[in-house]
């Protein structure tokens, strides 16, 4: 089921309520980061934003992984990957699991935040490219469960992990 793409309506993704989906998912991912993180015997800013990435990467996985052919149609609208190679849009959501487990297992951290941050640059330049067309989706990056407009938010939300990523690869 394809999204339909039409010109930005200038109200949608005005209202904090449109965005009320993603806020509840970071809040519940930093909870969740700081309840693991609590256990830890020496709690610290890298072992927090390590769980929290995976968390947050899990969740997002999963809401993707509900309905992969509805994530892989909204994907190849704005994915600069996507729109050219369609299988991307399935292998996607299991990308995102990967990284999400790797954070949490503190695997191979260096290729965990490379991998992150190719991921997620990529994703963003895609990000940008359907915000400069003016294209009015629901952000595939909720699944197709959620209806979150894709916007700046969407954008905001992949500098942040590309800059956490970088921030764990030099310190």
Known sequence: MAQKIHVRDENRGGNIKDYWPLIALVGVSALAAIAVCAGFSSFTMKSLMHVYMGVFLIVFALLKLFDPNGFQDGFAMYDLLGMRFAPYGYIYPYLELVLGLAFLSFLAPVTTYLATIILFTFGAA??????????????????????????????????????????????
């Open 126 to 171: 895609g990000v940008i490219a359907a915000l400069q067309k003016g294209l009015d989706i629901n952000c595939p990056c909720m699944g197709n469960i959620l209806n979150v407009p894709l916007s700046t938010v969407t954008l905001t939300e992949d500098l942040v992990m590309i800059a956490m990523a970088f921030f764990l690869l030099f310190t």
